[in-house]
Each structure stands twice: as C-alpha cells, then as structure tokens.
C-alpha cells in the first residue's frame, strides 16, 4: 500500500467492529424509522467512520476497518439489504443482548451493495493502511435467520454463499485485499456435518478469489471440529483464543496448523486492559510452540470490539500495537 510499509511479521489489525461513535446509532434508528434516506445516511455516517480509522491509526493498526459503524447488528445489517427477508421480532443472544432476528419469506437475491461504500470511504482516510472488507458469513447469515421458504439448509446456505461471493466481488474490483468473512455461529454447532456445509459454501465464495481469504470463528468448542476446517479454501483463521485461555493452541500444532493465524490476545468481554508485557507473553507463548512463524501471525483482538467503552477499545488496541513492536524485534 502506497504510503504506508506493512511490516513482514506479526501484524497487527482487528476483527472489525469498533464501539459505536457519536452520532451512529442515532442516525441508524433515523435511516431505518425513514427520516433519513439512505444517500443522506451514507454522507452522514462518514463522521463516525472517521473517528473509528482515527482510533486504530493512532493505536497503530497495521490493517484495519471500517468499525461498522453502520451496522446496527452483524445479521441484521445485511438481512435488511437483501431481497427475500423481512424484519422479525427481538430475540435473546446472551445476557441483556438482544436482536431482530430477521425472516427468510422469498428467494433470496443481491440486489445493490452493502458494505463497499463504507469501505471506499475508510480507504480513502486510512493513510495508506488495508482496510479489511468484512463481511458476516452464509453460516451464521442461516443459523441466525428464520427460514420460511427454503426449508434445506443446504440450498439456503449455498445461495447465502452466492450472495456474499458476489458483494465481495464488488470489493475485490475496488482494490479490497483483504476479505473477511464472520463465522461465529459455526463453533455453537461443533459437529463435522456443519463444518463440510460451510466449507462447501466457502468453496463458492473464496474460489479463484484475488484477495487475501480469512475465516473468523470465536467462541464456542472449535476444538472439537478442527480436523474438519483446516483444508478450508482460506489464507487465515481469525481465532478468539485469549478469552477461552488459549485453550485452541495444543490442538492446532496437534493437526499440524498450516496457515496464517489471527490470533486474538485481547479479551473483548472485559474491560481490564491487557498489559504490553502481558500480550507480548501470549505472543512469546505461541513462538515457543514452534508450529508457526512470526510472519503467518496477525495479531489482534478476540472478536470486534463494540461492546466496550472506546476509550478502553482503544487503549487494548495501543498495548497490542506495542507488545507486537517488541515481538519483531525479537523473533
């Protein structure tokens, strides 16, 4: 990227979102209540985006993101943009957190993009930085979605797949280097079945794909179904490790983990701010596993950081920066 030199080994970057800037949530409840048209949105949110590349530039992100900070939810966000869902009634995730859980009631079609302008946007204001193209996968789009017309999950998620495929084509033909696609609810269904369903859908979004090609899956008992994604058609798994105690490492240097890693060293559920000598420990920690080497690692948070405060955000963003300065100079 012209104007900024990322480094060989140990990048830094995030998993995507970035808690919600003032004015955000105000302007997504104006967009969907109709006082806001969508062109008057997009010119609008470009104030929040802005705040959020600030946040990561100055931390010292190597790759970074949009903060999706127009996404009121990671599902819901694209089930409002594509042809074939209608809005459904709240529903508990965890705790106090709680989203619409959107309906499936006509074939499912693209219709016009969803996330390349706020990608433009970041781009353009990244100071030479990649900027992630991230985008919620067929997976987790099925699995948290309720389906009245499809009735096979196979047919859904392939056609999920086609859609995702073509908004990252749109990406791709822009410039995108980077693509993410977000798989969370695979690890709540650790079973080999769910797994080669998914890969099939990857097989359709990631292939003959110029781009670099990343997974993020957190939480949940991934270990239980690794064998079964590490012939995935991607470059990197972004995996949450720091909270689940770094539990997954044994396992992957178990099945002989090949390719590069995101590894998560940052807690995204708490607001303790992780130490740089504590962080440049998980990654010393990974180093003396000896299974993959430092320029395979990308090291960021768990999962997006928006349900913390952003000054605590931004404060796990700069100590990860740091304790990865400290790892290149050593490894």
Sequence with gaps: MAGYEVPRKFLTTVVGSYPKIPPAMELIKKRRSGELSEEEFRKLIKGPISEAVKDQIEAGIDIISDGEQSREDM?????????????????RIF???????????GELKWTREMIVEDWIYATSISMGRPVKGIITGPYTMMEWS????????????????????REIDELVARGARYIQVDEPALSTRPWREEAELLKEALDVIFKGLDAKRIVHI????????????????????????????????????EYGYDKELGYGVVDVHSLQIETVEEIKGYIDMLMKMDFIGPEKVYVDPDCGLKRLPRSVAKAKMRNLAEAAKLAREEW
Excluded: T
Aim: hydrophobic residues 40%; charged residues 30%; proline residues 6%.
């Design 75 to 91: 599902v819901v966000y694209f089930a409002e943009r594509v042809q074939g869902y209608r809005p459904g009634d709240w529903v």
């Design 95 to 105: 705790d106090n957190v709680y989203f619409r859980k959107p309906i499936i009631i």
């Design 146 to 165: 309720f389906d009245l017309k499809y009735g096979d999950r196979r047919e859904l998620i392939i056609e999920l797949a086609k859609i995702i495929r």
């Design 218 to 253: 957190c939480y949940g008992r991934l270990e239980k179904i690794i064998p079964y994604i590490l012939d995935y058609p991607v470059d990197q798994f972004d995996l949450e490790l720091k909270n689940s105690n770094f539990r997954l490492l044994p396992y992957l240097k």
